[in-house]
């Protein structure tokens, strides 16, 4: 004290005491007093935001644990992660951090984005992944303990960039803290689960991290069913509360309607009340349904090399917004994953379909004239392709050019098929529309003693489905009636000139000859 005395006094000039008349204890208060309003002054011209980081700097530690959190785990490089983030953010209360799990490819663009002052103030912070789980894999993240380990908070609004939360509903988050899970409650019409558990949809939900722990620490996983359906049936055996389906549709609405929910999470592609929806719920606008005008999908249960060209070759000639939906068995997951088509999965352009698998023509025929199987493809305009089919990069044709048709395949040769104006079209390459084979299938059982594709052919147009000529049909895919540049190739000729033409227009078409011909 007494050097800050004598400093003080070298710079501030200050007289000797006997001057004033006052002692040195009252000098000392002076300097104190002065020091603490410099301090302030300082302090006053920090902007807001230096000052949040300097208490963050002062407090932050890698062990903070707080009552509540919202969650989000993403892993491609997509601007609705920012407005979805945003929106969370606005609607929660202000001591509720945001943790984003990511990956590698798109840690840049979240730290660049308008998210970064969010981060450096400490509001938001990011958890690095270093396995990618693409929407077939949540399911077993969202059941693994380590995951749940990482998450730094006891109340979890766990929310996905399908999801929002709505500025006009009268609720709060905190209205609904005392529960251990919710999520918006799912539809009895699509809803094939135990129906007495229908709380809820997983997207778009509140958990408590202690509660789960202790479910996963007692029982196993049963990966049979969706991460949220199980928590849905099995929470009660740790004693966790679960609202009623009433209570739970304020919460969040998804396929089940009401006026004012706090939040909204992907609606069916045939959603009666969106338009509804989005006059007291305008952020519902920022979400769509997982249904594209057009997709692209094989089904596949074996493990070859050749699927995974083939898709490769079908994804460079599509448009880029057609996303590739695979049907696979378990036996060939974790081929399709690790391969190279892994980025494309984590980027969301191909998604995966898990499925009982088969190995019989007579089951695939089944397969494609059960409504089941269409209703799992969220795309109207249908490119079915398989293994022994390729497309071709030299063909004057893009499969845009044939979008009218509500079915198109390579066209029979009347020499084995008969004769018939019904020539169109192979299946193995084909273009279908889903609303119209809907409506086929309501209309008229399928005969089991045809091809599917034959069948469709003969059949589409009692719902007015316009099958293309056989003119356009060999320009969109060769099979047995030959056409030089094809937009694709499906099972070559046998006839070994013709094969040798397509092999110099269509240099794909060598991927899938057969090894002899004629």
């Known amino acids: 004290m007494e050097r800050i005395f004598t400093l003080a006094k070298s710079h501030l000039k200050l007289p000797n005491t006997y001057e004033f008349g006052i002692d040195k204890k009252s000098i000392k208060v002076i300097i104190l007093l002065t020091i603490f309003i410099i301090f302030i002054i300082i302090i006053s011209n920090t902007s807001s935001s230096n000052r949040q980081l300097i208490i963050k700097n002062i407090t932050k530690s890698s062990d903070n644990f707080y009552p509540c959190i919202a969650v989000l785990v993403e892993f491609r490089t997509v601007d609705h992660i920012v407005a979805i983030v945003h929106n969370i953010n606005h609607h929660i209360p202000s001591t509720w951090p945001i943790q984003i799990f990511h990956g590698k490819d798109n840690e840049a663009f979240i730290k660049n984005s308008t998210l970064a002052s969010l981060i450096i103030s400490g509001k938001i912070f990011l958890t690095y992944m270093n396995e990618t789980y693409d929407r077939g894999r949540t399911n077993q993240l969202l059941t693994d303990s380590k995951f749940w380990q990482r998450i730094r908070g006891e109340k979890i609004l766990l929310f996905q960039i399908d999801s929002a939360m709505c500025s006009n509903s009268p609720h709060k988050i905190t209205d609904f803290l005392q529960y251990d899970y919710i999520g918006a409650p799912w539809d009895l019409s699509f809803f094939t689960f ?11 939900s509140l958990r408590t991290r202690s509660k789960i722990l202790a479910l996963l620490a007692l029982i196993p996983y049963d990966s049979k069913i969706p991460e949220d359906v199980w928590y849905a049936q099995n929470l009660h055996r740790v004693n966790g509360s679960i609202p009623s389906i009433e209570i739970a549709k304020t919460f969040s609405v998804e396929s089940m309607y009401y006026v ?19 006059k007291t719920c305008p952020e519902s606008m920022l979400i769509m349904p997982d249904f594209y005008p057009a997709i692209a999908i094989i089904v596949e249960f074996r493990a070859v090399d050749h699927l995974v060209a083939i898709v490769h070759n079908v994804n460079y000639h599509i448009p880029s917004t057609w996303p590739i939906q695979i049907f696979h068995g378990k036996d060939n997951e974790a081929f399709i994953r690790k391969s190279t088509l892994a980025p494309l999965i984590a980027s969301g352009k191909i998604f995966l379909t898990l499925m009982e698998q088969f190995d019989d023509r007579f089951r695939t025929n089944k397969l494609f004239t059960d409504p089941k199987f269409w209703q799992l493809i969220p795309g109207e305009k249908i490119l079915t392709f398989q293994i022994d089919s390729a497309m071709c990069s030299n063909s004057p044709h893009k499969v845009t050019d044939f979008l009218k048709y509500d079915f198109i395949g390579a066209p029979w040769d009347p020499a084995w098929f008969g004769p018939s104006k019904d020539l169109v079209g192979n299946g193995g390459f084909s273009l279908r529309s889903r609303s119209k084979i809907l409506a086929l299938l309501a209309l008229v059982p399928y005969d089991q003693q045809s091809q599917e594709d034959v069948w469709y052919s003969l059949n589409l147009r009692r719902v007015n489905g316009l099958i293309a000529p056989v003119d356009i049909a060999i320009t969109f895919a060769v099979e047995t009636v030959f056409y030089d540049r094809p937009l694709a190739v499906h099972r070559l000729p046998e006839n070994c000139t013709r094969r040798e033409q397509l092999f110099k227009t269509c240099p794909e078409a060598k991927m899938v000859a057969t090894k002899t011909c004629t």
């Open 260 to 278: 004012r929910p706090l939040g909204v999470h992907r609606f069916p592609w045939n959603c009666q009340f969106r338009a509804d929806l989005a």
């Open 194 to 204: 135990d129906k007495q558990y229908r709380v809820g949809n997983g997207g778009f």
